[in-house]
């Protein structure tokens, strides 16, 4: 049994609610998976999987614009084996965003550790990094 789109709206819409200001990508996606287990056991495939996570993931980044901030996330990425799907920047004045649709399915590390390279990455430049599951970003942003 396969879960529909619009259950899955509404089990992140409740995960979003009970968690309130602690919900981050990675809690909400975590009450939804404990949702449709208890739902049905066959029903968590309809969910990606957390440890080794494989497909697209959104990265966002954005702070005080300076020289060698494309480069020094692409280079991470690359770094990674990950491929850049497409990308989108934007400078206004002093402040630039980044968004970014990167696929990890060939890299031989998982999203976590991914994460972790970026993390180094935004505190080494001063900068914003997040990643997000696409198919976590897409169920919470059809709300």
Known sequence: MRITEEELRKLTLIAMEELGEKATPSSVKKV???AVDKFSPAASSALPKSDKSSGRIILTSFGLDHPGIVARITQCLSDS???IRDMSQK???EFYTIIMIV???NSPKDMKDIQADMNKVAEELRIKIYLQ???LFQAMHRL
Do not use: C, F, P
Request: glycine content about 6%.
């Open 133 to 135: 599951h696409e198919d």
């Open 103 to 105: 696929d990890i399915t």
């Open 81 to 83: 084996g990950v491929d």
């Open 32 to 34: 939804v998976e404990r």
């Open 91 to 93: 400078t206004m004045e």
